[in-house]
């Protein structure tokens, strides 16, 4: 394979996935580092497929059984690996929610050239502004703030266009045994789980470049 073909890269991710978000800027980071094109395709996952649209988030901190000393902690790692790739994040203002129809939404921005972009956008309104991603009257504001048309985002959303896609992709997911996201899968052959870091994602690109 010579550097002037795409490298193709599928990322399955859930924009509530902590470890996505940490990710994503990390694979910014390798893209940028290697030398030929790379094609990123973007598919849905769902952490908490389960979850209400409202949660109260104290409650469900207690039902992990974790105590403020045990979550201090882990927000302290999580900020010190935000801060390292240069992302903000304020978790206390985080509002966890069902996030299917954020994921129909970038559904309805990847037909539109417009995924990574929402993609980005849902990250810093979950991670740094504390903004409620089940709602469908703050997605259609990301949608806009995004470039995409309201009355047709508003649409997508209300007559469920892309709920069978969003489906699909999780079932795709679960056949290839992923049961955590981020998952990656280099040109088909090469799979790599979790927030890997930048020289991982640059040692496959040369793997399955034969650079």
Same mark, same amino acid.
Do not use: K
């Given at each position: ?9 599928d990322?399955?991710?859930?924009? /509530? ?5 940490i990710?994503?800027? +990390? ?9 030929g ?39 302290k ?19 966890? @929610?069902?996030?299917?129809?954020? =994921?129909? =939404? ?8 417009k ?15 504390? +903004? ?6 703050? =997605?259609?504001?990301?949608?806009e703030?995004?470039? =995409? ?6 649409a997508?959303?209300?007559? /469920? ?9 999780i #079932? ?7 049961r ?8 088909? @052959?090469y799979?790599?789980?979790?927030a ?10 040369? /793997?399955?470049?034969? #650079?």
């Open positions: 394979m010579t550097a002037s073909i795409p490298i193709r890269i990322v399955w991710s859930d924009v /509530q996935c902590i470890w996505c978000y990710s994503s800027a +990390r694979l910014r980071t390798a893209i940028a580092r290697h030398p094109p790379v094609e990123i395709v973007h598919h849905s996952f769902q952490l908490s497929p389960e979850a209400p649209i409202e949660i109260d988030r104290d409650a469900q901190i207690r039902s992990h059984n974790m105590g403020s000393e045990r979550m201090q902690q882990i927000m790692q999580l900020r010190q690996l935000t801060a390292e790739e240069g992302l903000p994040y304020d978790p206390d203002r985080t509002q966890p @929610t069902n996030s299917h129809q954020a =994921l129909e =939404l970038l559904h309805h921005a990847g037909t539109l050239g995924r990574a972009e929402l993609t980005q956008r849902l990250f810093e309104a979950y991670f740094v502004e504390g +903004r409620h991603i089940g709602h469908t009257d703050e =997605l259609l504001v990301m949608a703030e995004t470039g =995409l048309d309201r009355s047709a985002a508003s997508a959303l209300t007559e /469920q266009h892309h709920v069978a896609d969003v489906d699909a992709d #079932r795709q997911a679960h056949q290839l045994g992923v955590g996201v981020p998952f990656y899968v280099i040109n088909n @052959t799979g790599l789980s979790g890997q870091p930048v020289e991982q994602f640059t040692a496959a690109f040369s /793997q399955v470049s034969g #650079r």
